[in-house]
Nanobody, 115 residues
Framework: QVQLVESGGGLVQAGGSLRLSCAAS????????MGWYRQAPGKQRELVAA???????NYADSVKGRFTISRDGAKNTVYLQMNSLQPDDAAVYYC?????????WGQGTQVTVSS
C-alpha cells in the first residue's frame, strides 16, 4: 500500500507564496507520474500540475507561470511551489501518484488565500 503525505498548506495573503510537499512511501520514479490536484467547495477536483517519471511536466492553464512542480528522488518527495497566489487558488490540494492501473491519493492539505 502506497502512502502519500502532504504538508505545507496554510493561510496566505493574495500575492503570497506557499510550497507544498508530498512524501511518498516508495520511490517516486516507480510511478508513471505524480501530480497535484485541487478541489474547491462545490467544484470538481482538477489537475493543477503533474510530472512524469521521465520528467515531463504539465500545468493547468490557470497556474502556468505561477506554480512549479519539482521532485527530489533522494527524499521521495514531490513539491508544488505556488507563487502569486490568488483567492481562486484556495482549495484542498491533493497529491496523486499514477501507478497506471491505480491512482493513489494523499489526505489533502488546505490552502486558504485572503484578499
Amino acid at each position: 500500500q502506497v502512502q502519500l503525505v502532504e504538508s505545507g498548506g496554510g493561510l496566505v495573503q493574495a500575492g503570497g507564496s506557499l510550497r507544498l510537499s508530498c512524501a511518498a512511501s516508495r520511490s517516486i520514479f516507480s510511478f508513471n507520474a505524480m501530480g497535484w490536484y485541487r478541489q474547491a467547495p462545490g467544484k470538481q477536483r482538477e489537475l493543477v500540475a503533474a510530472v512524469t517519471s521521465g520528467g515531463s511536466t504539465n500545468y493547468a492553464d490557470s497556474v502556468k507561470g505561477r506554480f512549479t512542480i519539482s521532485r527530489d528522488g533522494a527524499k521521495n518527495t514531490v513539491y508544488l511551489q505556488m507563487n502569486s497566489l490568488q483567492p481562486d487558488d484556495a482549495a484542498v490540494y491533493y497529491c496523486n501518484a499514477d501507478d497506471i492501473t491505480i491512482f493513489y491519493w494523499g489526505q489533502g492539505t488546505q490552502v486558504t488565500v485572503s484578499s
